[in-house]
């Protein structure tokens, strides 16, 4: 889960930085790793029957949903650059609640039930 949360930082920032010319390849790269990412930890989900399940699964939908109505807004011409450069501002500010809230409650469920404990969360302080 740490691997792949790393990979949703890399692919939306090449997102908020692409050019006009990259968005096409910056959105489809986003949206593979979008579906590869939450139909993972929907099938974690499903198969270790967490209890918020439903809850987590309709929020992975509602981001793919946008990621691809921009998508196919852009590629038509219906939206700009400054359109995907918003979409990835609002994936930078929408996933840290995401994964504090909704991906670590899944990891503690699953380590609970694998190895009978609770995984270490570390955080980085910005403050020193
Ligand atoms: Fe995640
Ligand atoms: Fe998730």
Redesign the pocket.
Same mark, same amino acid.
């Given at each position: 889960m740490d691997h792949t949360h790393e990979e949703f930082y890399r692919v939306t920032f090449d997102l908020l930085t692409c050019t006009f010319a990259g968005a096409s390849d910056a959105l489809h790269a986003f949206e593979s790793h979008a579906v590869e990412h939450?139909e993972q &930890?929907n099938e974690w989900m499903e198969k270790s029957l967490f209890p918020a399940r439903d809850c /987590?699964i309709a &929020? /992975?939908a509602a981001v793919l949903l946008s990621v691809r109505e921009v998508g196919e807004g852009f590629t038509s011409g219906a939206l700009g650059l400054d359109t995907v450069h918003d979409l990835a501002m609002e994936l930078f500010s929408w996933f840290p609640g /995401?994964a504090d809230y @909704?991906?670590s409650a @899944?990891a503690a469920w699953m380590t609970r039930r694998n190895m009978g404990g609770t995984p270490v969360v570390m955080r980085r302080s910005l403050r020193a």
């Open positions: 939450f &930890e /987590h &929020e /992975h /995401h @909704l991906d @899944l």
